[in-house]
């Protein structure tokens, strides 16, 4: 099964794409994280990735196809599928996706995008933190550590807020998903693939909804609200 999580900036992706690669054993595959990744490594590629990030701006399409066929063949293959978190974010990198995976006999089955209020993103976002040590995303407000201070995974006592959640960056990354990204969804929904999930609530209602909706005998995409 290879799924796709589509929404903006803040809707939560991330947090239900690493709840369901464990679920459902799915390799989560988020562009985002490779991109800091490279930033990380210090490299030259490194530095112009994070340029464009700080500025809200994409990736160009060749490049973060680049980097994730680079990503797909230094992983292993032993997952049922995988979960795709921020990709693909234009119709270019969706053809280029189907292509990928046609390539390799395999399609994506689902598309679930999970719709949240604007105002509620930017608040959201503004109080994003991740764990230094192990990437595990946290959220002050809505979804604290258990131990104030602690991450709940690996017991680090250092967090990191990433440099694009603040609210100008956060502003311009709804507009460039507003514009490049949104038309996905006539896109999937022309392909009767996309699924839509209220995300205006908290974690574990959000991932109830998904699970329900991949679990159900046979399920048949639909674009009504679940
Ligand atoms: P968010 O969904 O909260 O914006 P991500 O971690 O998915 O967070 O993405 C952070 C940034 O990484 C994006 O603003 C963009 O600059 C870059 N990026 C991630 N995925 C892609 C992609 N598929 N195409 C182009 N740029 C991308
Ligand atoms: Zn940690």
Redesign the pocket.
Known sequence: MNIILLGA??SG??TQAALLSEKFNLQHI????L?RKEVSKGTTLGSKLAD??KA????PDIL?IDILKQHLLESSKSNKGFIF??????IS?AKDLDNMLADLKLTVEHVIQINVDKNYIVSR?SSRTSCAQCGHVYNDKTNPTLVSGVCDKCGSKEFIHRQ?DNEEIILK?LDVYSTLTAPLIPYYQGMGKLHQIDGNTDVETVSNRIENLLNADKVSPKSASV
Not at 30 to 33: A, D, K, N, P, Q
Not at 85 to 90: E, L, M, Q, S, V
Request: hydrophobic share 25%; glycine share 20%; charged share 25%.
């Open positions: 900036p803040g992706k991330g988020s562009t985002g994280e991109c464009i990030m809200g701006q994409l990736i973060i978190d921020g990709f693909p974010r234009t990198q976002l694009d990354r």
